[in-house]
């Protein structure tokens, strides 16, 4: 699809939206026909999100990890707009010990592929009607040329993120923790889990004493 069609359609959505959110900057507009268009206004400087939505999206889906597709984008002095797939889902519920494994299984696909989305909260937790589970929004996230050294302390934070912010539970994890492991190569598995269960301590006391320091102040 080209830009100038995207760039038509954004124009002539004024009378076909479902959904707006603005806040902070960004408008996200949700058409009838089933497209997504994020927009940033020119002042935040953190509009190249779009871009790397973009890339990195379009880098897991052409690798069959189900995610949006990302149509195109647009950068100019009035600001950024990103064009995307719509999944007609639901936001995904309470994390439950009989509800993880999809959750892991899309977390090693993710991984697999280099890439490290870096915002690993519910929000971002697509259940789509079709009944797959879909991670939907890549802005934050980092693709990878290879899994050296700032790959793994990358998914060591972002097990961390998943661990505190997605699950809310080390029960949870440790179900989490078993089912990914589980996805991965055998002869890798007693390294990573290993690996995930001191950086993840670490992580958390590190969390700890700056909580401490900040009521101490």
Request: proline share 3%; glycine share 8%.
């Amino acid at each position: 699809m080209s830009i100038l069609v995207l760039e038509h359609q954004r124009r002539h959505l004024s009378g076909a939206d479902v959904h707006r959110d603005d806040r902070k900057g960004r408008v996200t507009r949700v058409s009838r026909d089933g497209m997504v268009v994020k927009e940033f206004v020119s002042e935040k400087s953190h509009k190249r999100e779009w871009v790397t939505e973009y890339e990195v999206a379009n880098h897991l889906h052409r690798r069959g990890v189900p995610v949006p597709r990302c149509y195109g984008y647009q950068m100019s002095d009035d600001g950024a707009v990103l064009y995307k797939e719509f999944i007609p889902g639901s936001r995904l519920a309470e994390p439950s010990l009989t509800g993880l494994q999809p959750v892991a299984q899309l977390f090693v696909a993710i991984h697999s592929n280099n890439v490290i989305t870096r915002d690993a909260h519910d929000g971002n937790l697509l259940q789509g009607e079709d009944g797959q589970l879909y991670f939907i929004d890549f802005g934050k996230s980092r693709l990878f040329k290879g899994k050296g050294l700032e790959f793994w302390l990358s998914l060591s934070r972002e097990m961390h993120f998943i661990r505190k912010k997605l699950l809310h539970s080390r029960r949870l994890f440790a179900r989490f923790l078993h089912y990914y492991l589980s996805a991965v190569p055998r002869w890798l598995r007693p390294l990573l889990a290993s690996y995930f269960g001191v950086s993840t301590l670490l992580l958390g006391l590190r969390d700890h004493w700056r909580g401490w320091r900040r009521q101490h102040r």
